[in-house]
């Protein structure tokens, strides 16, 4: 079988993991080709990851993130030929720009099985109607020309179903692979990485995220007063950079903060085990994800999570079980949210045993669905059982 996955770009994030953690196990058994444009911007990259580990990769220099109608129609005339050319048997997509251009590039080159992975939905709450508009009508539109969806967390499939994209019997969830093996190892221990970043004897609090909108890394500041008052030797590590790396910065130094922040910068995910070991909780504050990676990577190394209850969050966040899950902020229930935010992240920073017991219940909830040969077996398996069915359509 010859498979060609495509994704926007591959920078460091959860759906670049995921993607290459699938490449690489399906090459063992099948001709296999990662195409991608470039890892433009601040997040890094993981180009040389890819090289590393003998995938055929293709780089299409006008596969960019924003919309551009003149290198959108390039990128696309360049799938399709590339496409024409490889022959596949299956064309799987990742992400919404690589996901819509890849997916009718497919449809016109003859491909009879065109899968396409949701890792997160391109339209949501916050933003502007008239784009959360445009973007659900472009989505059932190249919904007709889908085999099948995977939806990295039932949420993806409601919500899709929702707004009308494709059928139910389009969609199959397969929970992403972390990389088990990188997280049952023992190199650097919590004190070494403390020392390094200079948390020793602090109880720390964790995000990791790339420091970009709706990542919510503002409500963490807003909150870190409060937190500062009753656990007073409290830090706050962000890891990850972004376009926002410089404005959360300044706010945190324009509230007196800086002596309580720690930034990393970029982390290579190779690191990610390490830096989980050092905290004692992750608070995951975005507003927009499917199911976000680094929660069911933080159980495997016994921590608690808490996390707004967005998308994909509530099927592993199990509320007073694995963590806390707190509503989402809008307009109305803003204090709200972060008052519950607050409380959650001082109760487990005041109960350690009980933060513990969380964080090991976390751990036996992820086993075995996010281990990577368990997701590779359904991917090949909807594969298998999607070649001959051709395209099914919405209607």
Same mark, same amino acid.
């Given at each position: 079988m010859k498979v060609v996955h495509i994704i926007t770009r591959l920078i460091l994030g959860g759906a670049q993991e995921v993607a290459i953690l699938t490449v690489e196990n399906l090459q063992k058994q099948y001709q296999v080709t990662l195409v991608s444009g470039p890892a433009l911007g601040p997040e890094g990259d993981l180009i040389k990851r890819v090289k590393e580990s003998n995938v055929n990769l293709v780089i299409i220099p006008q596969m960019r993130r924003n919309i551009n109608p003149v290198l959108d129609i390039i990128a696309f005339i360049k799938l399709y030929f590339l496409l024409r050319r490889l022959r596949p048997d299956v064309v799987h997509t990742h992400s919404a720009k690589a996901g819509i251009l890849g997916?009718?590039?497919?449809?016109?080159? !003859? /491909?009879?099985?065109?899968? @396409?992975?949701? @890792?997160?939905? %391109?339209? @949501?709450?916050? =933003?502007?109607?008239? *784009? +959360?508009?445009?973007? /659900?009508?472009?989505?059932?539109? &190249?919904?007709? $020309?889908?085999?099948? #969806?995977?939806?990295?967390?039932?949420?993806? &499939?409601?919500? %899709?179903?929702? *707004?009308?994209? !494709?059928?139910?019997?389009?969609? &199959? &969830?397969?929970?992403? %692979?972390?990389?088990?093996?990188? #997280?049952?190892?023992?190199?650097?221990?919590?004190?070494?990485?403390?020392?390094?970043?200079?948390?020793? +004897?602090?109880?720390?609090?964790?995000?990791?995220?790339?420091?970009?909108?709706?990542? !919510? @890394? +503002?409500?963490?500041? =807003?909150?870190? +007063?409060?937190?500062?008052?009753? $656990?007073?030797? *409290?830090?706050f590590l962000f890891v990850g950079d972004g376009s926002l790396y410089d404005k959360v910065k300044r706010e945190i130094q324009g509230r007196g903060l800086e002596k309580y922040f720690v930034f990393t910068g970029l982390v290579s995910p190779e690191r990610i085990p390490s830096i989980i070991k050092a905290i004692d909780i992750l608070v995951h504050p975005s507003l927009r994800e499917g199911l976000p990676l680094v929660i069911p990577q933080t159980f495997a190394l016994s921590k608690p999570v808490v996390s707004f209850d967005i998308a994909g969050s509530s099927e592993v966040v199990i509320n007073s079980r694995t963590g806390f899950l707190i509503p989402a902020p809008t307009g109305n229930n803003n204090k709200l949210s972060r008052d519950k935010l607050t409380s959650a992240i001082i109760y487990l920073l005041k109960n350690p045993d009980r933060a513990r017991e969380m964080g090991e219940n976390g751990k036996k909830l992820i086993i075995p669905n996010f281990i990577t040969n368990f997701m590779v077996e359904k991917v090949v398996k909807l594969y298998n059982g999607s070649r001959f069915s051709g395209i099914q359509t919405a209607n």
């Open positions: 997916r009718f590039a497919a449809y016109f080159a !003859g /491909v009879k099985t065109i899968v @396409h992975t949701i @890792h997160g939905l %391109s339209f @949501h709450q916050y =933003q502007n109607r008239l *784009v +959360n508009f445009l973007y /659900v009508s472009i989505e059932r539109v &190249t919904a007709l $020309v889908t085999t099948k #969806f995977i939806s990295v967390a039932d949420a993806m &499939t409601r919500e %899709s179903l929702r *707004v009308k994209i !494709g059928k139910p019997g389009m969609y &199959t &969830t397969i929970y992403c %692979s972390i990389g088990m093996e990188r #997280f049952e190892s023992d190199a650097d221990a919590p004190r070494e990485i403390r020392c390094q970043l200079g948390l020793e +004897n602090s109880k720390v609090i964790g995000t990791i995220a790339r420091i970009a909108p709706l990542k !919510g @890394h +503002n409500y963490i500041i =807003q909150i870190a +007063n409060r937190i500062i008052r009753e $656990v007073p030797d *409290v830090r």
